[in-house]
């Protein structure tokens, strides 16, 4: 029997529309579950007729495979890809090569090339986005691991992503041990940005500016036609246009309070780590912190006062304010995605290639958007670029945004509409390019409670001084000082 090229682990919704996949760009793929009885569900079902082999142990698995064998896991994250590696390890040859599929965070994935690699054997730990759609037609794939594994699987992983619009496949390698899924949590950090940003837009032409359902279709229609074309965009506005059987706006029907898997805090808690301020990505993780506080939201409303969200001006010129603002601010969320990703291949020793993320990004993927494009472009000028904001495209598309962004920053509270994430990105903006902030006054503050120093304007970097503020404190300092 004839073996085949990839053989993959788990037949959730991912696990089961990526072997079709595989399958239909003219590769032989194996299955496993744990529970066996979904394997022959799926062989009789969906996989009928198709070159899925269905295996029913590790042995037989194994067995089925090609060398250098290539095991998918598509899994959850966590306690159970542990547990698959040390059950299908033993029966590996040197050589082989275990990829996890699934949303790991990158320090078990840094942890799991070490142990792999330790036995001989090879690790991949690649994100994948595009949800179960992407994952049947094309998703975006970032893999990364053990480079040697890269030759093996690449003509596999560039024929069943997706292309861009060039033809180019939106999967190349990223970099060693957990480069891959550390770029997939940005991507996902992204994501949560400009779910949230769409969200405040949502929210201020609804009970700002009193639109209807249909009204904020076409609006999102129109935007999709421009800078904002974008796979979340196209979404957004499918929603707002849909109705049940029933004649219902299903969005209507729908309870205001939002879920998430982690990936958006792993984003957040890693800025932190790293000293990288994410403050649109942690924003949009704590307004679905908030969202989930329904019951108390609700007691608040009956308590809390505020003025009533009502927009007197020009609606068809503040639409078009939001348009921009809210373009705006997703290239803040892009550069502050990619201030991370610079500060972790630092930390990290990673050879990111920042263009070629960005093209990724560009189909199959939750963040696709026209605008990868001129990223791309940004890099592949400037490989060094410190900062999107920096590039002439990005500059003077903010530039030119810039007084709409902040007319919709002033409208939103005066009419008491929250907009943490695209005020937030206007905060960072306005932080960004300002020569001074008052963390002088911070640091003298630390110092006179803490004896923690300063520097001066006047001296040197990295020299250090201490004041006795109070006449009290004596000559002694803090012996170390962390700017």
């Known amino acids: 029997m004839a073996k085949a090229d990839i053989g993959v682990v788990g037949l959730a919704v991912m696990g089961e529309n990526l072997i079709l996949n595989i399958e239909s760009k003219g590769f032989t793929a194996a299955c496993f579950n744990r529970t066996v009885s979904k394997v022959d569900d799926f062989i009789a079902g969906r996989a009928k007729g198709k070159n899925i082999i269905g295996c029913h142990s590790i042995e037989e698995f194994v067995e089925s495979l090609a060398k250098p064998r290539k095991v998918m896991l598509m899994v959850k994250a966590g306690a159970a890809v542990d547990a698959f590696i040390e059950t299908i390890l033993p029966h590996l040859e040197d050589g082989d090569i275990i990829i996890d599929g699934g949303n790991s965070h990158f320090p078990d994935t840094i942890r799991r090339t070490e142990l792999v690699e330790s036995k001989g054997k090879l690790y991949i730990g690649t994100g994948v986005s595009g949800g179960e759609e992407g994952a049947l037609l094309g998703p975006s794939i970032m893999p990364g691991g053990s480079p040697k594994a890269w030759e093996s699987v690449k003509p596999i992983f560039q024929k069943i992503c997706a292309q861009n619009d060039d033809g180019e496949p939106c999967c190349d390698w990223v970099g060693e041990n957990g480069?891959?899924?550390?770029?997939?949590?940005?991507?996902?950090?992204?994501?949560?940005?400009?779910?949230?940003?769409?969200?405040?837009?949502?929210?201020?032409?609804?009970?700002?500016l009193g639109l209807s359902n249909e009204k904020m279709h076409e609006v999102l229609t129109e935007w999709n036609a421009g800078e904002l074309d974008s796979y979340l965009i196209e979404i957004t506005r499918d929603i707002l246009g849909y109705k049940d059987e029933d004649g219902n706006a299903v969005i209507d029907l729908i309870l205001d309070t939002a879920g998430q898997k982690g990936t958006g805090k792993w984003t957040a808690i890693e800025a932190l780590n790293l000293g990288q301020p994410l403050t649109l990505i942690g924003e949009a993780v704590f307004a679905r912190c908030l969202s989930a506080l329904k019951e108390e939201r609700v007691a608040a409303s009956?308590?809390?006062?505020?003025?009533?969200?009502?927009?007197?001006?020009?609606?068809?010129?503040?639409?078009?304010?939001?348009?921009?603002?809210?373009?705006?601010?997703?290239?803040?969320?892009?550069?502050?995605?990619?201030?991370?990703?610079?500060?972790?291949?630092?930390?990290?020793?990673w050879n990111l290639h920042y263009g070629g993320i960005a093209l990724m990004w560009r189909g199959g993927c939750i963040i696709r958007?026209?605008?990868?494009?001129?990223?791309?472009?940004?890099?592949?000028?400037?490989?060094?670029?410190?900062?999107?904001l920096l590039d002439p495209f990005f500059k003077d598309a903010v530039e030119k945004a810039q007084a709409a962004w902040r007319r919709v920053v002033v409208a939103a509270v005066e009419m008491g509409v929250p907009m943490p994430a695209i005020s937030s990105a206007l905060a960072f903006y306005d932080g960004y390019r300002s020569e001074r902030l008052p963390a002088n006054l911070l640091q003298a503050q630390r110092d006179y409670f803490g004896a923690h120093t300063y520097e001066r304007v006047d001296k040197p970097r990295g020299e250090v001084f201490h004041t006795n503020w109070t006449g009290r404190g004596g000559t002694t300092a803090a012996s170390t000082y962390i700017a």
């Open 179 to 208: 480069a891959g899924h550390f770029v997939k949590m940005v991507h996902n950090g992204i994501e949560y940005g400009d779910m949230q940003m769409i969200c405040e837009t949502y929210q201020i032409m609804k009970e700002g």
């Open 302 to 349: 009956k308590v809390l006062s505020g003025p009533k969200a009502e927009f007197a001006g020009d609606k068809k010129a503040f639409i078009d304010d939001l348009r921009q603002a809210l373009y705006a601010s997703k290239i803040v969320s892009y550069a502050q995605g990619y201030q991370l990703m610079r500060a972790a291949a630092a930390e990290y020793t």
């Open 369 to 388: 958007s026209a605008f990868l494009g001129k990223i791309k472009e940004a890099f592949d000028k400037k490989p060094d670029l410190t900062n999107l």
